[in-house]
């Protein structure tokens, strides 16, 4: 069972940066597309980036741009930088192992993290 651990969260002002890291458990991201997703309160969750094993990426309108999804893989280590942040942007942010490398509609995924707080004031 791969664990996924999230960390970097917390809270800035609109217009900070934040930078996401997602550690796994065992040799991961090399074999599976990675995607950072989020849920604002009362929202469904949503995709926000994806990359996919051969390093191309995908991003959701909100965030291109602004951020950017990363990998290390000899670390095991998936990256997320946000730059000008929104309050809109606020959300619990997840890192999962998906089948379908894309941030709309069904992606399949197959692990999940537990999740980092991203809290942006105005």
């Known amino acids: 069972q791969v664990q996924l651990v999230e960390s970097g969260g917390g809270s800035v002002q609109a217009g900070g940066s934040l930078r996401l890291s997602c550690a796994a458990s065992e040799y991961t991201y090399s074999s599976y597309c990675m995607g950072w997703f989020r849920q604002a309160p009362g929202k469904e969750r949503e995709g926000v980036a994806v990359?996919?094993?051969?390093?191309?990426?995908s991003y959701a309108d909100s965030a291109k741009g602004r951020f950017t999804i990363s990998k290390d893989n000899a670390k095991n280590t998936l990256f997320l930088q946000m730059n000008s942040l929104k309050p809109e942007d606020t959300a619990m942010y997840y890192c999962?192992?998906?089948?379908?490398?894309?941030?709309?509609?069904?992606?399949?995924?197959?692990?999940w993290g537990q999740g980092t707080q991203v809290t942006v004031s105005s």
């Open positions: 990359i996919d094993t051969d390093g191309t990426t």
């Open positions: 999962a192992a998906v089948v379908v490398c894309k941030v709309a509609g069904s992606t399949l995924p197959i692990y």
